[in-house]
């Protein structure tokens, strides 16, 4: 007996599956040039030009073996030569265009200039936006730059030099770009400027400093180009203009659509706080808020969608976008990550929404190795290697992914909207997953709700992207038109920003990955099913269904038996979904980084800092409000040995927990501040704390004291018994603490309010230190707007930590307080972070200051206290 295949009557969606083109294989010759090029640009970062030359000898060679055994071979053996004869000449050329600059800038006297590491006159070109950070003796700015002329008399390098110049203090007018978009000088990218700088060379990096502000304009006596103009400005005032008024569109907007609308249309995150832009870190989203190919790939797959099923010719289609592809490039600006941005997403949407994923993928190989060929710096540009996985991931499993959700989603919804649905899913869903081992290497970080997250916000970066892009466009125009497009954006730019707030608040957010053998066993296993999870894919994609088939006893024995490749790869996936969860899991007790110095716990609302002595030893300051929660802490520490304990003030949310540190282990003294009044008159405000009594045999701290214990010791240089609150009568206290890569200095605030802390700054106060300089700033009053800015201003903190309890009664941290620390240096939270334990390392700073990294110990607990 013979059924027939489906009939007028059955599901479209799934006889358009049964009939379905086998797809043919893959145009992968090219692939071994693509890895091989990746793989000798990232090796042969440090090697000079003699040893550039030899090597790409040596690829011609291995080129030459090739073509002759393909002469001589055929079939699958003909085109494993052909392959390597490929990534021989490949490799050959980008070896020896990238040994050419090395000589020639060594001929021109560059390479001198940087290794005499000489004062020098520059002319440069800014390569884009500045970035400003704090250092351990002050805030110090940098910009990347293109050096086209060194030295007096002027010379112009022969190879195209890349640098970044760094200065102190704030930017310079000169370099930071104009926000008003009116294009005045000095700022954008383009522009030049005239610097007296000393370069000097740290890896593959050249770096410029400052020895003076940057001028405007090329230097005196510079040289021309041929027209005898300098180059113009790649972003014209106009574009400035344009993207200054797409801003001002989107403010007013509901929720975070006022950060988020200009980030995701135009990947300008000027407007993006510190709280949103940790929270779209945390969730895996920060992706959506910069340029790339995914959001090409969208805007051309909207058109596709629209355009087809108007049964408009295919040619057409085509043709619309390209146009589109067009003016996407000219809005958004012409420079180099907008342009592969835009070739990559073009190469998605053609296998997505065009079918033609075998066409694509092996252009897909042939431009990556051209671009590494062109440009061998890109193969060490992390956003290079990104746009790669991401592109490859779309063309390998964009269509296999949106074929089988629209076959679901077409038998509930319209098939436009299950169309536009299953694309965007499928875009997402397969550019994070190929994106996520190079992520994971790139932060040393797991974001264990990117993809639900990412699932979700999905649906809404379509109407954003799309529309947004049409409302830029018209922003100088039309800009009626504009605001209305950008009202109807609003709702999904804010689904967005509530998606990344959410998914950022949940216990263990993000996880560190873990180091040594263990985390690199987890690395290898992850790539490797991510690979055979995409191989699997595509064996799947290619298995034939018989448009009719026989039943009963006239139909032909089978033995149904899934491909091995495929149940490899689902043990692997299982795998490592149990290695990546163990990773999520939350971490047992003394799982801190064997040298952490400092620590900072998630007790609640409350704050608690173990500063490492000693092995297995500390001195602790505050204790959180809970003993159970501070004896929690030093377990996760596996402390043994408390050198000490100071209180900083007794509201009982920084001393309520002495029992537990007395009981994990006896401290060997107490210390504490506070002001001259009985215990009930030292509550806070409002009921924010109650004031709990002076422990027993503990010791009052005062101004001046000092103490030392192992490798720490502190300074107390304020403590004020006679203010009239309580929470400024906190102690504040410099700990040093001494690590292999040098002094690690914290600044622990208590609960200082902003009042007393502006008189200490401004130097009103002649009984006590000023605040010096430190590496870490433990914020004071757990980020309240009353806790002020003035000390944060002050010492020039390369990390802030908020000790908060999560969803607590008082709306602490406030936004205010967190976007102002966001603006002098990264910002950590207790209830965003959970423990954290701050190692130090040698770092580029040129004063030696450490370099210092924050470890997540313990994830965000539900800790909660209050009323």
């Not at 605001?483 to 509530?498: E, R, S």
């Not at 409000?625 to 929690?632: G, L, T």
């Amino acid at each position: 007996m013979v059924n027939p295949a489906p009939g007028p009557h059955s599901d479209p969606v799934d006889r358009r599956a049964r009939h379905r083109e086998v797809p043919g294989p893959l145009e992968a010759r090219w692939v071994p040039a693509l890895l091989g090029c990746l793989t000798l640009g990232i090796l042969g970062v440090g090697w000079d030009a003699p040893a550039r030359s030899a090597a790409a000898l040596t690829g011609l060679a291995v080129a030459a073996a090739a073509v002759l055994g393909a002469a001589r071979w055929t079939g699958r053996r003909r085109g494993v030569a052909t392959a390597t004869a490929l990534a021989g000449v490949a490799a050959a050329l980008m070896l020896q265009h990238s040994a050419g600059p090395a000589a020639a800038a060594t001929g021109s006297g560059w390479t001198g200039a940087v290794q005499s590491g000489s004062p020098v006159r520059l002319e440069l070109a800014l390569d884009g936006p500045a970035t400003r950070s704090e250092a351990a003796f002050g805030p110090r700015w940098s910009v990347p730059v293109r050096v086209e002329t060194f030295g007096h008399p002027p010379r112009i390098p022969e190879a195209a030099v890349t640098a970044r110049l760094t200065g102190g203090g704030p930017p310079p007018e000169t370099i930071a770009a104009p926000s008003d978009g009116t294009g005045s000088p000095g700022g954008g990218p383009g522009s030049r400027v005239c610097v007296v700088a000393r370069p000097s060379r740290s890896g593959s990096t050249v770096f410029l400093a400052a020895a003076a502000v940057p001028q405007p304009g090329p230097c005196p006596g510079g040289v021309q180009t041929a027209g005898g103009v300098t180059d113009g400005d790649p972003r014209p005032p106009r574009r400035e203009a344009l993207r200054a008024a797409f801003r001002q569109s989107a403010e007013g907007t509901v929720g975070a659509a006022p950060e988020l609308v200009p980030g995701l249309v135009l990947g300008d995150r000027s407007a993006q706080g510190a709280a949103l832009d940790d929270a779209m870190k945390a969730s895996g989203l920060s992706h959506l808020s910069a340029v790339s190919g995914a959001n090409v790939a969208m805007i051309l797959g909207a058109v596709a969608i629209t355009l087809r099923c108007a049964r408009v010719h295919r040619a057409v289609v085509l043709s619309a976008g390209l146009a589109v592809l067009g003016v996407f490039v000219v809005v958004v600006g012409p420079e180099p990550s907008v342009l592969r941005a835009a070739v990559m997403g073009a190469l998605g949407a053609l296998a997505v929404f065009f079918g033609r994923a075998r066409q694509a993928f092996g252009l897909l190989a042939v431009g990556g190795t051209v671009l590494l060929v062109a440009v061998p710096a890109l193969a060490v540009e992390p956003a290079f290697h990104l746009s790669l996985a991401a592109t490859a991931g779309i063309v390998l499993g964009g269509a296999p992914l949106d074929r089988a959700l629209h076959a679901g989603l077409g038998r509930v919804l319209p098939d436009v909207v299950a169309r536009w649905l299953s694309a965007s899913l499928a875009v997402t869903v397969a550019a994070h997953l190929a994106c996520q081992p190079i992520i994971l290497a790139m932060t040393g970080e797991v974001s264990a709700y990117a993809v639900p997250a990412n699932l979700l916000a999905a649906p809404a970066v379509p109407p954003v992207t799309v529309l947004g892009t049409l409302a830029a466009a018209l922003a100088l125009p039309a800009p009626g038109i504009a605001a209305a497009l950008v009202a109807v954006i609003q709702w999904p730019a804010a689904w967005i920003g509530w998606v990344a707030h959410t998914s950022a608040s949940l216990p263990g957010a993000l996880r560190p990955w873990p180091a040594g053998a263990l985390g690199a066993g987890l690395g290898v296993l992850l790539v490797a099913a991510t690979l055979l999870g995409f191989a699997a894919v595509l064996l799947l994609e290619r298995r034939r269904t018989a448009p009719v088939r026989r039943v009963g006893r006239s139909a032909p024995r089978t033995r149904e038996r899934l491909p091995a490749l495929v149940v490899l790869a689902a043990a692997l996936a299982a795998a490592t979904t149990g290695a990546v969860g163990a990773v999520l899991v939350p971490r047992s007790s003394g799982a801190a980084p064997p040298d952490w110095a400092v620590a900072f716990c998630d007790v609640g609302q409350g704050d608690m800092a173990v500063f490492r002595s000693g092995p297995r030893a500390g001195v602790v300051v505050d204790v959180g409000p809970e003993p159970e929660v501070a004896r929690r802490c030093l377990d996760d520490l596996d402390v043994d040995r408390v050198d000490a304990v100071l209180l900083t003030h007794l509201h009982a949310d920084h001393a309520g927990g002495l029992a537990g540190v007395v009981d994990r282990a006896d401290p060997g003294a107490v210390h504490y501040a506070t002001r001259d009044a009985p215990a009930q008159g030292r509550g806070g405000r409002g009921g924010e704390a109650d004031g709990v009594d002076p422990p027993a045999d503990a010791a009052r701290l005062g101004t001046g004291a000092t103490g030392t214990a192992g490798r720490v010791r502190w300074h107390v240089l304020l403590a004020d018994a006679r203010a009239p609150e309580e929470n400024d009568a906190s102690a504040q206290v410099l700990v040093t603490v001494e690590s292999g890569a040098g002094p690690v200095t914290t600044l622990v605030t208590g609960d200082m309010e902003e009042d007393a802390s502006a008189a200490w700054v401004a130097g009103r106060r002649s009984d006590a230190a000023a605040p010096p300089r430190v590496d870490v700033l433990k914020v004071a009053h757990h980020g309240a707007r009353n806790g002020g800015t003035a000390v944060p201003r002050a010492v020039g903190a390369r990390l802030h930590v908020v000790s908060v309890g999560a969803d607590n009664p008082y709306g602490h941290p406030h936004r205010a307080t967190v976007d102002a620390l966001g603006r002098l240096g990264p910002v950590a939270r207790t209830d965003l972070h959970g423990t954290l334990a701050l190692t130090a390392a040698d770092g580029p700073d040129p004063e030696g200051a450490p370099e210092i990294t924050a470890h997540t110990v313990r994830p965000p607990s539900s800790v909660r206290t209050g009323p």
